[in-house]
């Protein structure tokens, strides 16, 4: 059973359900009930990913596969050349996560912005995907989905009016609206990545969003 609805402290399973078919995934179609499993899909096919990306406005570059030491590696990964909006700095995903977060920030995001800020979305702002190490930092923790291109932190939004809304200055101390709009993304975002955190999870995401397609199934 899925649960996509609401985000709270939901923990969900990371295997969709079997009796329930999957269509392949347009991502030039609106955001719909179907769309987390359909993306699901896309980990265990990259022949599918591949194709479904090359089918979208979407450009990505395919990056060669990497393998550095014990537990840092990647295989299908993308750089994003061009998206609906610009990233801060160079984002490397895997095709699951590079389809995931254009939907996020073309459905999600971007409409929120109007509807709470009543501005444009023009930039995102996050602090890395890629990345060599354990989950927390720690020396003995499992590896995180950073250390396979599985993840980006993302921390703030620039609109066209010149604000910046980040997800450190703002979660607790924005404006009600501000915060509406951090809320909303974050609970919205559940539904197409397997694994959510945010400053309701713990201290150490108190500034950024973490998502990931990863096999934790975490939405916080
Ligand atoms: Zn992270």
Redesign the pocket.
Known sequence: MLLIAGCGTVERSPVPDASTPVGPLDLERPVGRATGRQLLALKNDPDRCRATLAASRLQVRALENRRNGAFCHYSDVVQILRSTVPYSGPVHLTCPMAAALYLWERDIVAPAAVKYLSSRLVRIDHMGTYSCRRRQGGSSNRP?E?ATAN?I?VSGFRLEDGRRVTVLGDWSQGTTAERAFLREIRDRACGLFQVVLSPDYNAAHRD?F?L?MGDWGVCR
Do not use: R
């Open positions: 995180s950073h993840a932190d950024h973490h990931d």
